[in-house]
């Protein structure tokens, strides 16, 4: 099993920058894929970006271009840089890690994006 924890997270104006973490302990070796996911309030969690153990990435539509995930294998980290937030990225962001038969989850860390 893996564990995650995230950090990273806090208050940023529209238009700041930040990068969140997320630092994995176990069986990290069997991840297949590492995500970032965000829920805001009301609404369902939702793929932000994911990468694979071999670097592939993917990210959702709204985040193109200004978001970039990435990995440091050999510290077992997940990272999100987020240039150019919106409001409307105001959530709490979560890490997931998924192997072959199981998906881990952190506890989350808030964003927000307000003046």
């Known amino acids: 099993q893996v564990q995650l924890v995230e950090s990273g997270g806090g208050l940023v104006q529209p238009g700041g920058s930040l990068r969140l973490s997320c630092a994995a302990s176990?069986?990290?070796?069997?991840?297949?894929?590492m995500g970032w996911y965000r829920q805001a309030p009301g609404k369902q969690r939702e793929l932000v970006a994911d990468?694979?153990?071999?670097?592939?990435?993917k990210y959702e539509g709204p985040v193109k271009g200004r978001f970039t995930i990435s990995r440091n294998n050999a510290k077992n980290t997940v990272y999100l840089q987020m240039n150019s937030l919106k409001p409307e990225g105001t959530a709490v962001y979560y890490c997931?890690?998924?192997?072959?038969?199981?998906?881990?989850w952190g506890q989350g860390t808030q964003v927000t994006v307000s003046s």
């Open positions: 997931n890690a998924k192997s072959a038969c199981d998906s881990n």
């Open positions: 176990g069986s990290f070796f069997s991840i297949n894929v």
């Open positions: 990468i694979t153990s071999r670097g592939g990435t």
